[in-house]
C-alpha cells in the first residue's frame, strides 16, 4: 500500500510539472519564450508590436516567428542604409557604404532561405543549414560595422535599427541551436556534401569538362579584382597549377579599402570551387588589412591552391567551406572569419611582420 502511494504521488509530480510546463510554452507567455534568448527586451518588445498572432506550441513555431521579424527588421535597415549613400563625403565613406549596402543585401538573402526552408511543411532545409545562414547573416552586420573601424569614419551603420537588427538575429541563433544536433561532416578525403562524381573530377589529372571561359591565357591575371556573385552558383575556377595560374591584386586597408573589399578575390556564389590557382596580394605589410581570398560561399572546396599575402590573407568570411592540400602564406592575423571551415593537409606559413606591426593591431578598434 505504501508503495503505491509514493508511485502515485509521483504521478502526481510528474503531472503537475508537465502542465506547469505545458502551460508556459503556449502562445500566451512570450515573455516565457524570450526570456530563453539572449536579448529577452528585444524580443519582447518586437514580438508584443507585431501584428502576427502567436500560438506557439513547439520552439520551432517560435523560431519561424523570430525569423520573420528578423526579415522585417533587415528590409527595414536596408532602406536606412540605401538614403545614407546621398549624404556620404568622402572615399572613405563610400567604401564603407557599399560594403554595407551589399552586406545587408546578402542577410536579406540569408534570412529569406532560411525563412523558406523552415517555413514548408516538409522541412527543405535541415537545422544545420538554418544555423549557417542565420550565423552568415549575423556576421555580414558585424562585417558592415567593421568597415566603419577600418578606415576610422564615422559609424553611421549602428543606427537603432541596426542594434536591434544584430540581437533579433543572435535570437534566432540560440532558439535554432536548441533545436539542431550536430551533423557528422567527418571524412578522410572530402566533406560528405561534396558529391563523388565531384571528387573524382577535382582530383583527376586532366579535366574533362570543357571551360565555358578562359581567362586568361597567360601566367598571372593581374587587374580588376574578381568577384564571384551571390547569385552566381556551382562556379568552377580551374588553373594549371599554384605556380603557374596566379590572380594577383593590391587593395589594402592603407590604400583606402575596407578589408572586407581589399579582397584580390572574393567569392559569395554557393558551391564554388577551385583548384591550382594561387590568389595574391602584393599590398605588403605596410599597408595593414590586405586580402588575397575573401570567401562567403557555402559548401566551397579549395584544393591545392595557394593563398598569398601579409596580413590578412585569407579571410573565411562566412557560411561552410573545405580547403584541401592548399598554401597559406602571411603575418598578422593570416586566417580569420567567421565560417565553418576546415583545412586538411594544408601547409601554413607565418611570415615574419614588421616590427611594430603586433602592437599596431593590438591597439587596433577593430573587431572580429
Avoid at 541563433?173 to 573524382?200: C, K, Y
Wanted: charged share 15%; aromatic share 10%; with cysteine.
Amino acid at each position: 500500500m505504501a508503495t503505491e502511494v509514493r508511485l502515485l504521488a509521483t504521478l502526481i509530480v510528474f503531472s503537475s510539472i508537465f502542465l506547469f510546463a505545458a502551460s508556459k510554452s503556449t502562445g500566451s507567455n512570450i515573455t516565457w519564450w524570450c526570456n530563453q534568448t539572449p536579448h529577452p527586451s528585444t524580443c519582447n518588445y518586437f514580438m508584443s508590436h507585431s501584428h502576427r498572432h502567436f500560438e506557439f506550441k513547439h520552439r520551432s513555431e517560435f523560431r519561424l516567428l523570430s525569423v520573420q521579424l528578423a526579415l522585417e527588421k533587415a528590409l527595414v535597415a536596408q532602406r536606412q542604409i540605401l538614403r545614407y549613400g546621398q549624404s556620404c563625403e568622402n572615399h572613405h565613406q563610400r567604401a564603407v557604404w557599399a560594403d554595407c549596402l551589399k552586406l545587408h543585401s546578402n542577410t536579406i538573402l540569408q534570412l529569406n532561405r532560411t525563412l523558406k526552408g523552415i517555413g514548408e511543411k516538409r522541412l527543405t532545409c535541415t537545422d544545420f543549414d538554418a544555423q549557417t545562414w542565420l550565423s552568415t547573416a549575423l556576421t555580414n552586420i558585424q562585417t558592415c560595422q567593421t568597415g566603419s573601424s577600418d578606415l576610422n569614419v564615422s559609424d553611421f551603420t549602428m543606427s537603432a535599427m541596426s542594434k536591434n537588427l544584430s540581437k533579433l538575429i543572435s535570437n534566432t541563433l540560440a532558439i535554432n541551436g536548441v533545436l539542431f544536433a550536430t551533423e557528422d561532416n567527418s571524412t578522410q578525403l572530402f566533406p560528405s556534401w561534396f558529391s563523388r562524381h565531384n571528387r573524382r573530377l577535382l582530383q583527376s589529372t586532366s579535366m574533362t569538362a570543357q571551360a565555358n571561359l578562359v581567362v586568361a591565357k597567360d601566367a598571372e591575371f593581374i587587374g580588376r579584382n574578381i568577384e564571384v556573385g551571390v547569385n552566381n552558383n556551382n562556379v568552377w575556377l580551374v588553373g594549371d597549377g599554384m605556380r603557374k595560374t596566379i590572380i594577383t591584386g593590391s587593395r589594402s586597408v592603407g590604400g583606402g579599402y575596407t578589408t572586407y573589399s581589399s579582397a584580390t578575390a572574393a567569392v559569395t556564389g554557393d558551391g564554388f570551387i577551385a583548384r591550382g590557382i594561387t590568389f595574391r596580394n602584393t599590398a605588403g605589410p605596410q599597408n595593414n588589412q590586405a586580402v588575397a581570398l575573401r570567401s562567403g560561399s557555402d559548401l566551397s572546396v579549395f584544393y591545392r591552391c595557394g593563398f598569398e599575402g601579409y596580413q590578412d590573407t585569407l579571410y573565411v568570411h562566412s557560411q561552410r567551406q573545405f580547403y584541401k592540400e592548399c598554401y597559406i602564406y602571411g603575418t598578422v592575423d593570416f586566417i580569420f572569419g567567421n565560417a565553418a571551415v576546415v583545412l586538411q593537409n594544408c601547409m601554413i606559413y607565418a611570415r615574419r611582420p614588421m616590427a611594430q606591426q603586433k602592437i599596431e593591431r593590438r591597439n587596433s578598434s577593430r573587431q572580429e
